[in-house]
């Protein structure tokens, strides 16, 4: 289980991402950024009883880019 802070809060970790990258995956997730990057993080380093999050279905090819 991972350590949390006296205040039961995960520390602040800033990462660095382009914007239209985080804009992209915010539509994705939603508010729940945080939470997946925490997940992938926990499967990444073999964490007991973690799970890859899932991805959501690709756009079709002939589909305009996402802006």
Excluded: Y
Excluded at 9 to 22: A, F, M, Q, Y
Excluded at 35 to 60: E, G, L, N, Y
Aim: aromatic share 6%; charged share 30%.
């Amino acid at each position: 289980m991972p350590k949390q802070s006296p205040e039961n809060h995960t520390p602040h970790r800033p990462i660095r991402v382009e914007d239209d990258l985080w804009e992209a995956f915010g539509r994705q997730v939603g508010r729940r950024r945080s939470q997946v990057v925490r997940d992938f993080i926990a499967w990444h380093t073999h964490q007991p009883d973690a799970a890859m999050p899932k991805r959501p279905p690709a756009p079709p090819k002939d589909a305009p880019p996402a802006s």
